[in-house]
């Protein structure tokens, strides 16, 4: 999904919580909770966004947020009541008629409810067990569209669920409730395929997710499965939005800085696929609802001075993403560990001493081939770790190649191609990890275009400017004289975006700034010889000097007529389809049992050290800024960090 334009109302209602929002009759309708406890009931034009009905139910008074679901060509308005935590319910059909209210009732067993000796008595006398009981809840009732003309109904009081099944003009309790385990206080709840999916807030803030048969009380994910770390839902009473729309299951929800963010689950996959920022909201008041209507994105929150708010949002296209869950990209296995020396914040440590420098005047470590970590063969994969962990590692340059395919933007090396690494599912990522980490400047260098136009460019550079736009660096006007890292930190323009692409559109030449020279010999790097590669950086360093920004490749190339088994990777290269390369070489080293006999892992392995210890000498030592290398080690990236800790001795 891209978010294209987006339009904001105040409609003038204030409300204390959040708001029930559906689609119904080509009228959005509202239903909120005011400040005075009112229940109210308002129509929005879709098309024009304007306020068409507002009703004001004086002697419904609710202590929750109402929900809101449609039913039998009928609007179903529930809300829990001031006085006793009871469940009411009403309906409003298609002439704007209401019925009448009533309280929501189980069938309870007399022992389970306190009753006067003289009640009991007369229930012996009437040989009653069970009794209609007001069904009372903690929680907004929850409304889930199940299909097939049903409405599931969700309540929780004393941490227990009750469930009740709405079909034609009936209400009855489901008993046992198949989903118990499902009770939690700010948990979303859609129906997909025959399984219930949940979201929902834990005490530290985090979002988590699972999925339940509609017929079983097991889950299918044993555990609850983390979906961000870095953004945290804020410690509202109220639940996140979920909707589905083409098999895909939206999520919205506020977070503790009050913006808003949409993440997209392919429940197929069991992969979150993308993550995206609404644009210009950071006043949310309550967590947000969520209508999904063709191409349209419909939000409603209150925002400052608990006025409502409702947002439309275009959706120019929602493409087929394959790509990781951003849980993956994000959350190491295991128990988290934290980096020695605290390499995710260690631009922050050094603070004092880089503030006043440049970036040309300090070591940066950087990946070569940064996205190639997802591919199996080992002449294509340049590196181990995720970007997110990369980044955590204390990587802050990153060389990025991309694709310009149907399904997006994906990473290639060469003729292989990364489906499952896109702009759109590492895009986010950076984003993360810049708001969570306010001292830390990090480089985007995207070069090697492959198959792009010039609106295909410009439609690359809008995704990335949506994504990261209040924190992109502005281009300088003199490359050699560039901004301090006080300057960028203080103006919070901590990301610069370099691309080698020849013709960057005037509305975004601000932002983009000129390809930083990355010097490559072929020749050299071919040879599969360190000290000739060693020879080749030493006269650069001299030559290049800190003067601007530049990049020293300390990498091995494979060379590509190699062969597998007797088999040229060219030759294999001739007869594959572009999209299946990287498998076709992949499948050819496994079929011989082994890989090749060199491969750029070897070759890191042999490369790598060597570097480190020309990184130290006084020979390159204040003559360069930026280095990459392949399979980055620890090691390299500590003796960047110790070289910039003596900045100045």
Known sequence: MELKSTISINTNWLTKSKVALVLWNNKLWMAHQGTDSKLYLGAINPDTLKVELLEVKEDWKTNHAPALEVHDNKLYLFHVGIEQPYVWVATFDCERKWSNLKTLTKRTRIEEIPRTSAQRHEDRKRGRTEVNREVETLITPILVNCGHGEIMVFTAHSDTLDQFLIYGDNISEVIPPPIQKLFSRTAAIVSYNGQYYRVFRKDDGSLVWDCHRMVESSAINSQPVPLLRGIKMASDTDAPALAVYKDRIYLAFRTTNNSIYIVILDPKLNKFTQLMEIPNINDAQTQPSLVIDNDRVFLAYAGKNNEIRCLLISRVSARVIQSSPIVEQIKPSGVEKKEPNDRRNWM?????????????????????????????????????????????????????????????????????????????????????????????????????????????????????CYSLGSFMAKRPVDSNNLPTIKEMVDANQRVIISSDYKDTPNKYKHLIWDDIESPYNEEVYMTGNPDNIVNYLSKLVEEKGREKLWVLQGVMTLDHVRTISGVLIDDLIAVSAPLNIAATIAGAEESIGGALDVSIKNYAERINPIIATNLLSNAWRGKYNIFISDFISSNLIETAIRINEHLGN
């Open 348 to 464: 922050e440590n050094l603070y004092p001493i880089i503030q006043n420098r440049c970036l040309n005047e300090i070591i940066i470590p950087g990946t070569h081939d940064s996205g190639c970590y997802q591919f199996h063969s080992v002449s294509i994969k340049t590196q181990s770790k995720p970007i997110y962990q990369q980044l955590e590692a204390g990587v802050r340059y990153f060389d990025l190649r991309f694709a310009c395919l149907e399904v997006g933007y994906c990473i290639h090396h060469g003729l292989a191609l990364s489906l499952e690494t896109t702009l759109t599912s590492i895009i986010g990522l950076f984003k993360i990890f810049l708001e969570t980490h306010p001292k830390e400047i990090v480089i985007l260098h995207i070069t090697h275009y492959q198959n792009f136009n010039k609106n295909d460019y410009e439609k690359f550079l809008s995704e990335i």
